[in-house]
Antibody, heavy 120, light 108 residues
Framework: VQLLESGPGLVKPSQTLSLTCSVS??????????WSWIRQSPEKGLEWIGY???????NYSPSLKSRLTMSVDTSQNQFALRLTSVTGADTAVYYC?????????????WGQGALVTVSS | DIQLTQSPAFLSASVGDRVTITCRAT??????LAWFQQKPGKAPKLLIF???TLHDGVPSRFSGSGSGTEFTLTISSLQPEDFATYYC???????????FGPGTKVDI
């Protein structure tokens, strides 16, 4: 299983941050997993952003919900993150990860991470 | 919201030492806790889920215990590759959401 984040490394304040996670080794459509985004910054540490199921069902962090959209493209085996109206507080390393769900929920495989800097 | 704290924040140890890290939750979370290891510039790697179940490929020197509000991660004999930062993570609620602890850095 491999996950790989891609997208711009620099975003201007007030603009939209967009990232894609390409998944290999497992089908997003298998239904056995959710697919998640997590970010990490020195100020906030590790912060869960949200997750999506292959059907498009989502669950977002309440603190980001008003600015956040996640989507899935099963034909490309990818899922994506879109965060609007960004500020410097959104500067972070963004990770995508697989969520194994059931009696216990855990993030078992992660991408390598993508640094996104919000700056003019 | 349930918060996680970890102690100590920083731990200095030597190869061969037995190391214990504690994670506390502000409310009971049953056994819904995982532990991750992160090395500089790398993504976190899952070590343990459901408080005490070792993830695939994780060496048996790692173990986890606890339930409710207090959990521990133990490394029975610290190896050079174990110097890293360790995070606990819980999930709760419906729909499920995740929270991470602030981390414990294990250094030489």
């Amino acid at each position: 299983v491999q996950l790989l984040e891609s997208g711009p490394g620099l975003v201007k304040p007030s603009q939209t941050l967009s990232l894609t996670c390409s998944v290999s080794g497992v089908s997003i459509s298998s239904g056995d997993y959710y697919w998640s985004w997590i970010r990490q910054s020195p100020e906030k540490g590790l912060e869960w952003i949200g997750y999506i199921f292959y059907t498009g069902v989502t669950n977002y962090s309440p603190s980001l919900k008003s600015r956040l959209t996640m989507s899935v493209d099963t034909s490309q085996n990818q899922f994506a993150l879109r965060l609007t109206s960004v500020t410097g507080a959104d500067t972070a390393v963004y990770y995508c990860a697989r969520v194994k769900y059931g009696s216990s929920w855990y993030l078992d495989y992660w991408g390598q991470g993508a640094l996104v800097t919000v700056s003019s | 919201d349930i918060q996680l704290t970890q102690s100590p924040a920083f731990l200095s140890a030597s190869v061969g030492d037995r190391v214990t890290i504690t994670c506390r939750a502000t409310q009971g979370i049953s056994s819904y806790l995982a532990w991750f290891q992160q090395k500089p510039g790398k993504a976190p790697k899952l070590l343990i889920f459901a408080a005490s179940t070792l993830h695939d490929g994780v060496p048996s020197r790692f173990s986890g215990s606890g339930s409710g509000t207090e959990f521990t991660l133990t490394i029975s004999s610290l190896q050079p590759e174990d110097f890293a930062t360790y995070y606990c993570q819980q999930f709760n609620g419906f729909p499920r959401s995740f929270t991470f602890g602030p981390g414990t850095k294990v250094d030489i």
